[in-house]
């Protein structure tokens, strides 16, 4: 089972170009900002939102081909859709709305009834199937609404921010049950979600949307250690600068520039982990290559380390620890050094 998809439409304001493929068996997460078109291209493979140009085929079968005018119905997709809001009918048990989607199929009573009952016990919500919707916290209903779309036996799962109702508290605890239950189902299943975290947890590779384009793919820790956009590298802690690499200097597109130890040569994008950004309220002693003049723009406290931001000759963030931060009495506006030696900068090409 596999998903192939070319997907082109203009909804209001946002312009949706992306191509994306997910085989079976290996859950892919649609990463990326509000705004990016995650949820539209889910609902564009639902078809819930029609192309203006592309084809959507899934294990061979064509969902939607604009140059053939070939388009079937959402219902005759075998598509799975896990909304945000999980979108359980209140006025149902919670029986009878996992057993609404093999009903409105046609299936008789009897039947359905049973399976649904099957995937309440799998996902442990037996004893709940008498109740109503309103009586599961966030995390029940998630698996609920996850059992009604799994007992239907889709071809393409597909989950829109799957954690976003659940109390924060309850989340470690559910995203671990959840990836359990994504590993029975071995078709093509496809997560959207603006968390790195969940991305990680849940998917074995990572598809990052903005703007309704695909700027970086690929297994989730090689998109995490080597950004390609300033929204991942901020949502993963990284600084990300672009430039080009000549005899052992970055020079930046802001015309500054850093000594760094490479290969690359050309064009290239470089990260510094911010906890290798070292702070002084002095120029410091010996002949440090990168030494750069900066301002405190902000101070975030995060538990045992504190992320410091920084402008300089260009915008840097540094880590410390509360002592340090206390000790250098960093604060909003105060002059520091920044210090950061040339290994620590990962150089890579564009």
Not at 313 to 323: D, G, H, M, Q, S
């Amino acid at each position: 089972m596999s998903l192939h998809a070319r997907v082109r439409t203009q909804l209001g304001s946002l312009g949706l170009e992306c191509d994306i493929s997910v085989e079976a068996n290996v859950t892919v997460a649609v990463l990326g900002p509000n705004g990016a078109g995650k949820t539209t291209l889910l609902r564009v493979i639902a078809g819930l939102v029609p192309l203006d140009e592309g084809h959507i085929e899934v294990n061979g079968a064509v969902f939607e081909d604009t140059a053939t005018r070939t388009w079937l119905t959402p219902e005759a997709r075998r598509v799975g859709f896990v909304f945000q809001d999980h979108g359980l009918f209140p006025n149902l048990s919670v029986l009878d709305n996992v057993a609404f989607g093999l009903r409105a199929r046609g299936v008789d009573r009897k039947t359905a009834n049973t399976k649904a009952h099957e995937w309440l016990e799998r996902v442990d919500l037996g004893r709940y199937a008498t109740s109503r919707p309103a009586a599961l916290s966030g995390g029940q209903s998630q698996r609920a609404a996850l059992a009604r779309v799994l007992v239907t036996d889709p071809h393409v799962l597909l989950l829109d921010e799957p954690l976003a109702a659940v109390d924060a508290s309850a989340r470690l605890e559910l995203r671990r049950a959840l990836r359990e239950h994504l590993s029975t189902f071995t078709a093509v299943r496809l997560i959207v979600t603006h968390d790195p975290l969940e991305a990680a947890s849940l998917a074995e590779r990572v598809v990052v949307l903005e703007d309704g384009r695909v700027t970086q793919e690929g297994p989730f820790g090689d998109v995490s250690a080597r950004p390609r956009s300033p929204w991942i590298a901020r949502v993963v802690g990284l600084n990300l600068l672009h430039g080009a690499v000549s005899s052992g200097a970055l020079l930046l597109d802001d015309g500054s520039s850093l000594t760094v130890a490479t290969g690359v040569q050309g064009p290239a994008l470089a990260t510094i982990q911010p906890r290798a950004v070292a702070l002084y309220r002095q120029p410091p002693d010996g002949s440090p290559r990168n030494v750069l003049r900066c301002k405190v723009a902000g101070v975030d406290p995060e538990g045992d380390r504190w992320r410091i931001r920084l402008d300089g000759p260009f915008p840097l963030v540094a880590e410390v620890t509360p002592a340090a931060a206390a000790e250098l009495r960093l604060a909003e506006g105060g002059e520091v050094f920044a210090v950061v030696k040339a290994t620590e900068i990962d150089v890579y090409s564009v």
